[in-house]
């Protein structure tokens, strides 16, 4: 590519930073969209919720199960006890001593399931609240899944605006970076990697634009006895600088 005129360079160098500028400008507020951080919002709370409900069913399951083993301990229980009184009361069984035994092991049974069955309905009434909260949860749930679609449509409507913005300007940006010369392109843009931004910036005053400090005052007036259009470089931030005349 042709140089072209010195101080032509130095405004097709700064119109090239300033289209970066404004596609990073872009990003940024693409990145902190205020429908972003609403949805990150959500799913914060979305993921305590879930781990509050997974918690709640963890123990809700636990006291089911304890539930279910008290409930076979005292079915069989009353299985036991079914037998032993079909025995005595079938007459096989004349010895008063026997008879006595298997009354004495059916009171004990008795008294077992009467137990067990106190253990099931206080374990019925720890589950009770647990039920109810997780039904709570899950309308709870329910609620911040609906917000959470909408603010995911919503943030989706948001990026499509920004991102045509930046298609809009990549042509140009294109354009203007094909229209330097090939040195002063790879230059601009090592710069722009290394400091993260756009690689130009305009000398005002004695401050340069990019990193917005002051350079030496022997430095300044160099660069602007300078030719016009001269590129000079920013000793304190590397850009390349073109001074204001």
């Not at 304890?66 to 409930?71: C, G, H, I, P, S």
């Not at 039904?135 to 045509?164: I, K, Q, S, T």
Request: aromatic fraction near 0%; hydrophobic fraction near 45%; glycine fraction near 8%.
């Amino acid at each position: 590519m042709s140089a072209g005129e010195p101080g032509e360079l130095g405004e097709e160098v700064l119109a090239l930073a300033a289209l970066d500028e404004a596609l990073d400008r872009l990003a940024h507020e693409l990145a902190g969209l205020p429908a972003r951080r609403a949805l990150e919002a959500l799913d914060a709370e979305l993921e305590a919720c879930r781990r509050r409900q997974a918690g709640l069913a963890a123990e809700r399951d636990r006291l089911a199960g304890e539930q279910a083993a008290l409930e076979a301990q005292a079915e069989a229980a009353r299985v036991r006890r079914d037998q032993l009184e079909a025995r005595a009361r079938s007459g096989q069984i004349r010895a008063a001593r026997d008879l006595a035994a298997i009354d004495e092991e059916m009171q004990q049974l008795a008294r077992h399931v009467a137990g067990l069955e106190d253990q099931e309905l206080a374990l019925m009434e720890a589950l009770e609240p647990l039920e109810a909260e997780l039904a709570g949860l899950a309308a709870e749930l329910a609620d911040l899944e609906e917000r959470r679609a909408g603010r995911a449509a919503e943030l989706a409507a948001a990026e499509r605006e920004v991102e045509a913005q930046q298609v809009a300007l990549l042509p140009e940006r294109e354009a203007r970076a094909r229209a330097l010369p090939d040195e002063v392109l790879a230059r601009y843009e090592a710069i722009r990697r290394r400091v993260g931004g756009p690689g130009a910036a305009r000398l005002v005053g004695g401050r340069c634009e990019g990193c917005h400090l002051t350079l030496p005052a022997m430095e300044v007036d160099r660069l602007r006895r300078a030719p016009g259009g001269t590129l000079g470089t920013c000793e304190q931030c590397g850009r390349i600088l073109v001074p204001v005349h």
